[in-house]
C-alpha cells in the first residue's frame, strides 16, 4: 500500500452521477482500455472498451472474451459484447448480449423522462427475464471506466438489475499491470448486492478490478 501523502494529485473528490453532470467524461487518450484477465492467477481471456466519439456524442463498444480450462478441456465459457451511448456527457443508453457458458441473455437500456427503461432477456429460460422497468435518472452502466457510476444508481449490464452500493475508498497501491510493470492506483471496495474492488489512477483512468466467482478474478491493464 502506499501512502497518499506521497503523491502529487490534481484531483478531487468523485462527483455525482446523473443528468447533471458535466459533459466531460473519462475519455482514455488513446481511445481503448484494454484488460488481461486471470482466474487464480491463471490468465483466461481479455475485456476490452473501445471509444468512439462524434461531436457530442460517445459510443463505448464492450467485448469481453472469456474461457477457464481444466487440463486443457474447456469448462467455463463467457462472452459479452454490446456497447453504451452517451450524449453531451448524459448516458443515453446500454445494449448488451451475453453467453454465460450456453445461457444467452440480452439487456437492453435507453432513457425516457422518468428515468431509464430498462428490460432483460434470458433467450434459455424465460421465468428468468427482467421485466421492463424504470430506473431512477442517477442511474448508470458499471462498465468501470467511469467511476462516477459507483455513486449513482448501478446498473448491471448482464442481469439488468439496478441497485446502489456502499463504496469504501480503501488507500493508494502500486497494481501490476500485463507488461510487467504497474500503476499506481486508489481502491474502491463496492459492498451491498456487489462485492468486487476497483481501482483507479490519478487522472480518473480506470487501473484494476477484482471480484470472486467460483475462483478470484483479477485484471491486469494492457492498454489505455
Known amino acids: 500500500m502506499i501512502d497518499r501523502r506521497q503523491l502529487i494529485l490534481a484531483t478531487g473528490a468523485l462527483g455525482l452521477a446523473g443528468p447533471a453532470r458535466a459533459a466531460s467524461l473519462p475519455v482514455p487518450p488513446g481511445n481503448e482500455i484494454a484488460f488481461k484477465v486471470l482466474r487464480n492467477g491463471s490468465p483466461i481471456g481479455e ?107 448501478i446498473l448491471n449490464i448482464q442481469t439488468a438489475r439496478s441497485y446502489p452500493a456502499t463504496v469504501t475508498p480503501a488507500g493508494w497501491f502500486k497494481m501490476p499491470t500485463a507488461a510487467g510493470g504497474a500503476i499506481v492506483a486508489q481502491r474502491f471496495d463496492l459492498t451491498g448486492k456487489l462485492h468486487l474492488s476497483v481501482w483507479y489512477d490519478q487522472y480518473d483512468q480506470w487501473a484494476s478490478l477484482e471480484f470472486h466467482y467460483s475462483g478470484d478474478e483479477t485484471y491486469q491493464k494492457i492498454s489505455s
Not at 83 to 104: E, I, R
Not at 114 to 120: C, I, P, Q, R, S
Open 47 to 153: 475485456h476490452r472498451l473501445r471509444f468512439t466519439q462524434s461531436g457530442d456524442d460517445l459510443t463505448v463498444d464492450i467485448d469481453i472474451d472469456l474461457l477457464v480450462t481444466i487440463a486443457g478441456i474447456p469448462f467455463y465459457r463467457y462472452t459479452l459484447t454490446g456497447n453504451t451511448k452517451y450524449s453531451g456527457g448524459v448516458f443515453q443508453s446500454a445494449d448488451t448480449a451475453v453467453n454465460n457458458n450456453g445461457d444467452h441473455i440480452e439487456m437492453h437500456c435507453h432513457k425516457v423522462a422518468a428515468g431509464y427503461e430498462v428490460t432483460g432477456i434470458d433467450h434459455g429460460d424465460s421465468s428468468k427475464n427482467t421485466p421492463t422497468y424504470t430506473a431512477p435518472p442517477n442511474t448508470l452502466p458499471l462498465t468501470y471506466w467511469d467511476k462516477s457510476a459507483m455513486y449513482g444508481n
